[in-house]
């Protein structure tokens, strides 16, 4: 059961937040947090998407020399609509692994390997 709920009005348009009841969490390591935790119920449409794209692959060529190759793409969007408002945040990340390794007979080992990556610096 929520214990206490506000509800604000800025410029004509309210919304409510939902407070839970008063707690205390305790750490095996003997620190301590109390409060209560708020619950935002938004009236508006919002949408949170997160698709991904993966692939491995592994390949033995003759004469002990390998090949492995990785692709990775996360994607994530999010949308929030209101009615002053029409906020849409896409993220794409992608990273690209190549690599080769194999010996000579048996005695000198080596492996090269490429790397391509990109990250969003927007985190949410």
């Given at each position: 059961m929520?214990?206490?709920a506000?509800t604000?009005?800025f410029?004509?348009f309210?919304?409510?937040e939902?407070?839970g009841?008063?707690?205390t969490?305790?750490?095996r390591?003997?620190?301590?947090a109390?409060?209560?935790a708020?619950?935002f119920?938004p009236n508006e449409?919002s949408v949170?998407?997160?698709d991904e794209?993966y ?6 060529f003759p004469?002990?020399?390998?090949r492995?190759?990785r692709v990775s793409?996360?994607e994530?969007t999010r949308s ?8 849409k945040?896409?993220?794409t990340?992608y990273e690209?692994t ?10 000198l ?16």
């Amino acid at each position: 059961m929520l214990a206490l709920a506000i509800t604000y009005n800025f410029g004509g348009f309210p919304f409510t937040e939902y407070f839970g009841n008063v707690v205390t969490i305790r750490g095996r390591n003997g620190y301590t947090a109390t409060g209560r935790a708020s619950f935002f119920i938004p009236n508006e449409k919002s949408v949170s998407n997160r698709d991904e794209l993966y692939y491995q692959s592994d390949y033995t060529f003759p004469h002990r020399i390998s090949r492995s190759g990785r692709v990775s793409i996360p994607e994530r969007t999010r949308s929030f609509v209101t009615s002053f408002s029409n906020e849409k945040i896409q993220r794409t990340n992608y990273e690209y692994t190549l690599q080769f390794q194999g010996d000579i007979k048996s005695r000198l080992s080596t492996r090269w390997a490429v790397v391509c990556r990109r990250t969003s610096s927007m985190a949410w």
